[in-house]
């Protein structure tokens, strides 16, 4: 039996799969890491720590490995999206990585606007400017640490950062580098039109690399530090959402996956490069070859019931604390949630609105709030589902993980408000497996990602939508819909009062 590695490298943790060529994952090991948050808004991590706990926690997957080292033929990463790592030119790393959660660049943004033009921008990379991406942390570098930016030789996303270190090759991969404002997604290259208009030396840009590509053998060092094979092939990876959706089978139209963790993602398979979401949605290179991905974003999804569950029923059973919702009738007798707690992002980039209780009647227990919130983080995740449909994209089959997955009422939900067939996958292993299939396409155990997918993920049950539901469901979300501009300006006069 021969043998892969998927390695996820998280913002918290990383985390690293053993996967048979069953599919089977035989062995998985966790290690933490610190966030650095020396001031508001501010997120960092050190990179040698991501160096540092993947050779712990794989050397420990290979100490507890019954076979030989040469059985674990290949390794392949997912990784944390558009973190900066820049290194001089002698590869050391020149500061802290500055995080996908970093908020510190809200003016670099209005100057990507100012200089480039958000039309412009959107017609190269497909997205809008955003905090989170890496253009505007490498413009704040510029801008504020200018004698670093200087020694800037090459920058890497994280992922990329630790392959390096795995193999002293420099890539990125195209999934990856859609997150960095940089890369022209259509011609699939980066954009030197963008880099001379913002003042960026195109010589930091690392070479690209599909996903599936092999970039290398890892080096005597790292094979001496875990007990691999020096033979041990690298494939070059994905960004986490691309390798969540080749983990999740997203790998075809019509397929769409719904992750509902703290933040809530509905990531939808495209196949071409030229549909246009005017930026109300992210538009990204996929980790499977010649084929992208859009994606809408909750901020507060699972956050929002787990803001609910602390606050009114702090050390209460999660099944306890949800009991009795499939009693609710779907609308919560009247009752609406906008989960907009910590502001939102799809469709409304709106850091200052704020979540709504709509309705509240004296009859109401907490088992229709409970529902209430449930049905608010659904219906925002189908705000982009609406965007996709709107634009033409066919959605009827979703495959739905995370902490949304695991109540069968809520399912039962997301089929009826999503109007479309939910699918439970019988193993839930995220980005990580989506990182070793890659690995074993890699390898050569497959020919292509679907045929991997027949053979590595399986339904564990489906759920189709109610008609008589599905069309309540049509009209509540219509009155949904009203909240958020009817509340807008309450919420930006109340920002005074927080």
Sequence with gaps: MKYVIGVDLGTSAVKTLLVNQEGSVVNEVSKTYPLIQEMS???????????????????????????????????SFSGQMHGLVILNKDREV?????????????????????????????????????????????????QYEPDIFEKIDVFLLPKDYLRYRMTGQIHMDYSDAAGTLLL????????????????ISPSILPPLAESGDFVGHITKEFAEKTGLSEKTKVFAGGADNA??????????????????????????????????????VHYFNHGKENAYYTMGVTLA?????????????NGENFDRFVSGIEEIPPGSNGLLFTPYIVGER?????AEIRGSFIGIDSKHTRAHFVRSVIEGITFSLNESIEIFRNAGKNIDTIVSIGGGAKNETWL?????????????????????????????????????????????????????????????????FAIYQDIYQNTKEMNHQLKKCR
Excluded at 53 to 62: G, M, N, P, R
Excluded at 422 to 432: A, L, M, T, V, W
Excluded at 442 to 461: R, V, Y
């Design 412 to 476: 039962q939900i997301q089929a009826d408000v999503f109007n479309a067939k939910i699918i439970k996958p019988d193993s839930e292993q995220g980005p990580g497996m989506g990182a070793a299939m890659l690995a074993a396409c890699g390898c050569g155990w497959f020919s292509s990602l679907d045929e991997c997918a027949e053979q590595f993920l399986n339904e564990a049950k489906v759920y189709m939508p109610n008609p008589g539901q599905v069309e309540t469901y049509r009209e509540l």
């Design 184 to 199: 022209d997604i259509s011609k699939k290259e980066w954009s030197t039109e963008l880099c001379e208009q913002l003042g």
């Design 346 to 350: 799809t469709p409304y980039p709106d």
């Design 41 to 75: 808004g501010y997120s960092e991590q050190e990179p040698e720590q991501w160096v540092e706990k993947t050779t712990d926690a794989i050397a420990e997957l290979v100490s507890n490995f019954p076979g030989q080292p040469s059985d674990i033929e290949g390794i």
């Design 243 to 280: 390798c969540g959706a080749i983990g999740a089978g997203i790998l075809s139209p019509g397929k769409t996956l719904c992750s509902i963790g703290t933040s809530g993602v509905v990531l939808s398979y495209e196949e071409t490069k030229d549909r246009d979401f005017q930026g109300k």
């Design 94 to 142: 020149l500061r802290n990585a500055i995080l996908w959660n970093d908020t510190r660049t809200t003016e670099q943004c209005r100057q990507i606007y100012d200089i480039v033009g958000k039309e412009k921008l959107l017609d190269i990379t497909k997205n809008v400017a955003l905090e989170g991406f890496t253009l505007p942390k490498i413009l704040w570098v510029k």
């Design 301 to 313: 999804a699972g956050y929002s019931l787990n803001w609910f569950k602390e606050t009114f029923a």
